[in-house]
């Protein structure tokens, strides 16, 4: 198993910057797939980012792409989310999940975090 613990959140105003971060438990961090979801109030978990145990692949779903990167250290049991170029509509809680090594194709994930609030205002 997996604990996962999310910070970095905050209020920033439209055009900053954030770096969410998710610490991991466990000796095995690194044969885990990470991702990132957000979940705004009103609307369903959307997918932000993902990265492969071994950190050499990453994916971005839409509301990402060039403006939010994914990274991680397996050293420290660490995953990063830079986020750039914020805007009101990136407001929402920020998930920092942990899945086997499949889990970044599927899309799937088996250990979630508590989440860190982000939001921008206009």
């Known amino acids: 198993q997996v604990q996962l613990v999310e910070s970095g959140g905050g209020l920033v105003q439209a055009g900053g910057s954030l770096r969410l971060s998710c610490a991991a438990s466990?000796?095995?961090?690194?044969?885990?797939?990470m991702g990132w979801f957000r979940q705004a109030p009103g609307k369903e978990r959307e997918f932000a980012a993902a990265i492969r145990w071994s950190g050499n692949s990453t994916l971005y779903g839409a509301c990402a792409k060039g403006r939010f990167t994914i990274s991680r250290d397996n050293a420290k049991n660490m995953v990063y989310l830079q986020m750039n170029s914020l805007k009101p509509e990136d407001t929402a809680v920020y998930y920092c999940?942990?899945?086997?090594?499949?889990?970044?194709?599927?899309?799937?994930?088996?250990?979630w975090g508590q989440g860190t609030q982000v939001t921008v205002s206009s």
């Open positions: 466990g000796r095995t961090f690194s044969s885990y797939d």
């Open positions: 999940a942990a899945g086997d090594r499949g889990s970044f194709y599927r899309g799937q994930y088996d250990y």
